[in-house]
């Protein structure tokens, strides 16, 4: 089974700090999309950011960058300047290309809460 | 906006009726998937179209679930006999764009009484 895991159930931060959410996966596919999807309050999934992952470059979004370390299977995203706005669960989500039809496998999820 | 619209946002039902919710992507990419979503977890695949075969079913969909997707652009899952256990958030979405992103609507909530 591809599992997904999100070893830290809650996170906190302030307000223009920088936070780190892991994410590891298992997969023995070598054709694969990463995701990281936030849910806000409103609970509409969002998309934060991609990786592909027969690129070495690791994604950045504005705020947003990741670490991919496609050989310990991690994938881990860092928020910088963090805003109140980013308060949601964090979601990171492997995309694999060959046997699953392309369907997204979901972690348990990252509940970020940023404070003033 | 994901480009991908679900209707009825929130339902409230009775034990034991039928619901059905309807997903609209406003793209008319062939892959639609709808997922379902409980409280404080992550989403779980429910099933898969490409165009209007449904080419992959999780276990997760006993057989009081059916969908569709008739002409292949928006599609249809229904709930028959529903339980208090069907109470979840019902998630579609498709791919589009570079990089075969997938986006989500909005959601369909369900609350079974």
């Known amino acids: 089974a591809q599992t997904v895991t999100q070893s830290q159930p809650e996170m906190s931060v302030q307000e223009a700090e920088t936070v780190t959410l892991s994410c590891t996966y298992d997969?023995?596919?070598?054709?694969?999309?990463l995701f990281w999807y936030k849910q806000p309050p409103s609970r509409q999934m969002i998309l934060v950011i991609r990786?592909?992952?027969?690129?070495?470059q690791n994604a950045t979004e504005n705020r947003f960058s990741v670490n991919f370390q496609k050989a310990a299977k991690s994938f881990s995203l860092k928020i910088s300047d963090s805003q109140l706005g980013d308060t949601a669960m964090y979601f990171c989500?492997?995309?694999?290309?060959?046997?699953?039809?392309?369907?997204?496998?979901f972690g348990q999820g990252t509940i970020l809460t940023v404070h003033p | 906006d994901t480009g991908v619209s679900q209707n009825p946002r929130h339902k409230i039902t009775k034990r034991g009726q039928n619901v059905t919710f309807r997903c609209d992507p406003i793209s008319e990419h062939n892959r639609l998937y709808w997922y379902r979503q409980t409280l404080g977890q992550g989403p779980e695949f429910l099933t898969y179209f490409q165009n209007e075969a449904q080419l992959e079913k999780s276990r997760l969909l006993s057989d009081r679930f059916s969908a569709e997707r008739p002409k292949g652009s928006f599609s249809t899952l229904e709930i028959q006999r529903t339980e208090q256990g069907d109470s979840a958030m019902y998630l579609c979405?498709?791919?589009?764009?570079?990089?075969?992103?997938?986006?989500f609507g909005e959601g369909s909530w369900l609350t079974v009484v």
């Open positions: 997969t023995s596919e070598s054709n694969y999309y």
């Open positions: 989500a492997p995309r694999y290309c060959g046997t699953s039809y392309g369907k997204l496998t």
């Open positions: 979405a498709n791919v589009q764009g570079p990089g075969n992103t997938i986006y």
């Open positions: 990786q592909e992952a027969y690129k070495q």
